[in-house]
């Protein structure tokens, strides 16, 4: 079975015209396959992929072509990981986008990456990185195709012994990982857990497993605040967590000279969201 398609056939090339390619006009979701080879929190993903290709300004719907390729793909690929990219297609004069655009749809399929497994036992650490995000409120949540920012972040070699790096805004709000979101847990003042998630207002990207986490959270009757986070928070906090729709829920065991231990929690979580590997 091919492992790329480009709108529903087997291909591996677009046009250089592309806007995809001569801008990064577009957007995409990654998504796991579980065991049993059925996508994980599909909806969701079709979902946000629809509200981000609004915010770009162009319409996108799932055709029952591209369902049917999931739904198949996913079968004969369990535990690996699927990637739908969205271009606003060809056309265009300059940056000027097209009045009637014809979307473009990449579907492409991978191992999921090995060291995920690991993480979920073993927990990260994170290094802070020197390369902050810019504020864009009009992009901000969006999982768009222009990911430079992300690539300047990991062009640069991490310390030995260290997972990802650790990502500011321009304002030093502390935002995400440059894979993951990032979930801080404290006591309430009633003595409980409660779960702190940076704002994705200015910068960042608002991912589905954050929306995901968020909910469980909420039904496992811990308190959830999504506000700005500032660097001094990593000192008052007791225990970190990231999340994507890949590694799922991943404690953070360090950042920089500061030492967490896993939450107590984690692990009920995952199987709270079924996101165990």
């Known amino acids: 079975m091919a492992t790329v398609w480009v709108n529903g056939e087997a291909a591996e090339k677009i046009s250089v015209y592309d806007r995809a390619f001569t ?64 271009s606003r297609g060809n056309g265009g004069r300059g ?23 690991a ?17 864009q409120p009009l992009l901000a949540g969006i999982k768009h195709l222009n990911r430079l920012e992300q690539v300047l972040i990991k062009r640069r070699p991490l310390a030995e012994g260290v997972d990802d790096w650790l990502v500011y805004d321009t304002e030093a ?12 847990i404290t006591n309430n003042a ?22 995901q986490v968020i909910m469980a959270l909420l039904a496992m009757n811990i308190d959830v605040q999504v506000q700005a986070v500032r660097r001094d928070c990593l000192s008052r906090v007791s225990h970190l967590f990231i999340c994507n729709s890949l590694c799922g829920v991943v404690d953070i065991t360090g950042v920089d000279s500061y030492r967490y231990p896993p939450w107590s929690l984690s692990s009920q979580l995952r199987q709270h969201l079924a996101i165990q590997l």
């Open 119 to 135: 993480w979920q036992r073993q927990g990260v650490t994170l290094q802070t990185s020197t390369v902050a995000l810019a504020r």
């Open 173 to 184: 709000n502390l935002l995400e990982t440059s894979m993951a979101n990032l979930f801080l």
């Open 190 to 211: 009633r003595g409980g857990w409660q779960a702190l998630t940076p704002a994705i207002n200015y910068a960042g990207v608002s991912g589905v497993m954050r929306q």
């Open 23 to 86: 801008y990064g006009d577009g957007l995409f979701a990654t998504m796991a396959v579980d065991v049993a080879g059925k996508i994980q929190f599909l909806s969701c993903h079709l979902q946000r992929l629809q509200q981000g290709a609004a915010r770009l300004g162009f319409c996108w719907h799932p055709s029952e072509l591209l369902l049917s390729l999931l739904a198949e793909t996913a079968s004969h690929f369990p535990s690996h990981c699927l990637k739908l990219q969205l």
């Open 95 to 117: 940056y000027t986008p097209p009045a009637d655009p014809q979307v473009t749809e990449v579907l492409s399929v991978n191992p999921l990456p090995a060291q995920y497994r």
